[in-house]
């Protein structure tokens, strides 16, 4: 199906059973552990046996010797894999470094080996035995100190051009009567998901199967068969479950490759896990950032220059942090410029995480037009309204699609009761706490990308779903099932959803965004291309049905669905394709964030409060599904803001904390009440659902809405994150 045209009235229009909040259908297998994770395919693998990686003890070096006598007379060691007996191997198109290294090592934990053993315990003993001596060589693991030497990354992809410019920015910076020129740090961020990477191999001839968590099959099919040296119809990949991704996942990491090795080294099934460690070091982070920031307005507020540079360092051939490129969206302004520049560093691979891009971005961003309503003495709501704008401010004759920020924020300010906000920093107490509410801006952009499902339908008028989407824990496959079920005029539980299976239609995958809106388009070009042919079976004009209670209905005719596969099971495939009304009209999702901290003014401990998101994101499928994701986004954009930080021993080129006993992250403790509101929105530009995306949403501007709280609270301005005691404690007002 191809959507080039706005959408008009469709089956999904009746909102029967799409928009409803409805419970997740695989639910009761997560909730009684009977949901077959990668790691758990008991079911589908016998007797495999267990791979243990041993990871690189330099970040930047080669390996001199490795000893592998000791570890092959390990009890139950079945085969050890090394550079030297792997065969020659590839590297997928969205790898940065090799999945497997030597001689040459590229990045600390870097996947050196793999022990196969009868059992866990046995893999990992003899894992302990291998000796490896290395050869170290400088590397550099320091953004701050590479920074002088950063380039400008290569064009294209998802971060577009590395320069952009309209206008005179530097003189109208320099004319404009008020004016900021601040510069703000993120740190690096670690996905540290629940679920570890995870994977089980097998081969059966020269065809190979994996069972692993990825949210990406299509393209990790793809990048598995380029590692492997293999055809990618030879490797089929299943990953129906997935114990969350963050984009920590979108791509293949060396838990599926060294499976895929070992067991073809050991002649059995091998299940490989990364152990806690080398998920930080190991696969990719959201790379630090330093971004400056200058803007310049009027005395009446208006903005007349706005600025952004942004730097961020990744491993030679990878690509940068892209924090500037909401500032080209998301306010007006005649004079604008932003800047990417990359260094090289040495640290393990830089790469998505929730967000990427407007996440820091707006870290930083929204403090900044923080900082300059107070320079104007403006509240800070009333100042980006003021600066609002409804179209691309570099392209003026291009539209948004939607743009509700202004209804986000003035209704955001209202149920939060803004009104009561002490603009007077350090201004309001309980007791020993110092209270304060800030607020943020969101703003995240709607990609489009070609997806595609097949669709079944049995005697029982059973509807059946196909496709290589995956479900992160977002409820993908409610929503699918809803599609399904809206457009075929049947109830949830006559459609049966199958997902994250190579053998299945390319989807969309999950990440970006762009999951929800894309699957169920997919999804819905299969069931139309389907109520076609049951018209045809039917003998009906498909034109003129209409499809309804598990009825297909003509004129005064009326015949049951299943009717229509009474000689046989009948098969649709199809997906969406689109046109350019993603270049005709920009098309990006809004948000407003509301928050309130307490500050304990004697230790300088931060509390949350109680937090709002108020959204534009187009149609919402499932409000259920999409309340938990928002809430799920806002308590990640708490630990950016208070704890969040992977720290770099820019000696040796690794993260130091590479546990979840260092690298924190909020509790139930950390997080108060979260109110969410979703405005009535419905986007005909962005797909026959006519809905867009939310789950990162959530995410964009909640830290700085932190920061700005804290700032309201204190009066103390942190522009390094996270916002810990040290980078306050001794500013803070002095107790009365």
Not at 183 to 193: E, G, I, K, L, R
Not at 569 to 583: C, N, S, W
Request: proline letters at 5%; hydrophobic letters at 40%; glycine letters at 12%.
């Amino acid at each position: 199906m191809k959507f080039d045209t706005p959408a008009t009235t469709n089956p999904i229009d009746r909102l029967k059973v799409v928009g409803k909040a409805t419970d997740r259908i695989e639910g009761p297998l997560k909730t009684t552990g009977t949901a077959p994770y990668a790691y758990e395919r008991h079911d589908a693998v016998a007797d495999p046996a267990y791979g243990y990686i041993v990871g690189a003890g330099i970040a930047k070096g080669r390996i001199v010797s490795m000893d592998l006598a000791a570890a092959r007379a390990a009890p139950g060691v079945i085969a050890i894999v090394t550079a030297a007996n792997a065969g020659k191997l590839g590297k997928g198109k969205f790898n940065t470094a090799k999945l497997l290294g030597g001689p040459e090592v590229d990045h600390y934990h870097q996947a050196i080996a793999l022990v196969v053993a009868g059992t866990f315990e046995q893999a990992r003993a003899a894992a302990a035995l291998v000796h490896v001596h290395y050869a170290r060589t400088r590397g550099n693991f320091d953004l701050a100190a590479a920074k002088s030497s950063a380039q400008p990354p290569k064009a294209g992809g998802i971060g577009g051009k590395p320069d952009t410019a309209v206008g005179d920015f530097a003189g109208a910076f320099a004319q404009a009567p008020v004016s900021l020129d601040a510069t703000y740090t993120t740190p690096v961020h670690s996905h540290a998901m629940m679920e570890p990477h995870a994977s089980i191999a097998s081969w059966n001839g020269d065809q190979l199967t994996i069972y692993t968590s990825n949210q990406m099959i299509n393209w990790s099919k793809g990048d598995v068969a380029a590692t492997l040296g293999i055809p990618a119809e030879k490797v089929r990949l299943i990953s129906p479950y997935i114990g969350g991704g963050f984009g920590g996942k979108l791509f293949v990491r060396a838990d599926a490759i060294m499976a895929a090795l070992g067991a073809k080294a050991a002649g059995r099934p091998v299940k490989v896990t990364l152990q806690r460690p080398l998920m930080f070091n190991n696969t990719t982070h959201r790379p630090a950032t330093i971004q400056r920031i200058r803007i310049g307005a009027g005395q009446d507020g208006r903005i007349t220059a706005i600025g952004h540079e942004g730097w961020s360092g990744d491993l030679p051939g990878g690509g940068p942090e892209t924090a500037v490129n909401q500032t080209r969206l998301l306010y007006a302004g005649p004079n604008r410029m932003t800047a990417t520049r990359l260094a090289v560093l040495d640290l393990p691979e830089g790469n998505a995480m929730r967000a990427p891009g407007e996440a820091p971005g707006l870290m930083a961003l929204e403090i900044a037009i923080d900082e300059m309503a107070e320079k104007l003495g403006m509240d800070p709501v009333r100042f980006r309204i003021l600066n609002d704008t409804q179209v691309d401010p570099e392209q003026p004759s291009r539209e948004f699609s939607q743009r509700q920020l202004v209804e986000c924020l003035r209704l955001g300010a209202e149920r939060f009761g803004w009104d009561k906000r002490v603009a007077k920093p350090g201004s309001v107490r309980d007791g020993r706490w110092l209270i304060g509410m800030g607020v943020a801006a969101g703003i995240r952009n709607n990609l489009l990308m070609k997806s595609a499902a097949r669709v079944r339908l049995d005697s029982h008028g059973i509807v059946t779903v196909e496709t290589d989407m995956t479900d992160i824990g977002t409820g993908t496959y409610t929503i699918i099932a809803q599609t399904a079920a809206e457009t075929m005029g049947l109830p949830l539980d006559s459609v049966i959803v199958k997902l994250g299976d190579s053998s299945f239609p390319a989807s969309a995958g999950s990440g970006g965004q762009w999951g929800a809106n894309n699957s169920t388009a997919g999804v819905y070009a299969a069931c139309m291309t389907l109520r076609d042919k049951v018209a045809q079976a039917l003998g009906l004009n498909a034109a003129d049905v209409d499809f309804a209670d598990g009825q297909v209905r003509s004129g005064n005719r009326s015949i049951a669905l299943g009717d229509a596969a009474r000689s046989g099971e009948l098969v649709a495939e199809d997906g969406i394709e689109y046109g350019d009304l993603d270049k005709t009209y920009q098309q990006s999702t809004f948000a407003g964030h509301f928050v309130e901290a307490a500050v304990d003014a004697a230790t300088g401990e931060i509390r949350i409060r109680r937090m709002l998101a108020v959204c534009a994101a187009g149609r919402i499928l499932n409000p259920k599904a999409a309340r938990s994701q928002v809430i799920g986004a806002m308590t990640m954009g708490v630990g950016a803001a208070l704890m969040e930080e992977l720290a770099v021993d820019t000696r040796f080129g690794f993260f130091v904390n590479h546990d979840l006993a260092g690298y924190e992250v909020p509790v139930h403790a950390d997080i108060p009440h979260q109110e969410v509101i979703f405005l009535d929105e419905e986007d005909p530009i962005s797909s026959p659902m006519k809905a867009k995306g939310v789950g990162e949403l959530g995410l964009c501007g909640v830290g700085a809405a932190v920061a700005n709280a804290v700032y309201n609270a204190t009066g103390v301005r942190v522009r390094d994150y996270p916002i810990t005691l040290d980078k306050h404690l001794g500013r803070l007002p002095t107790l009365t």
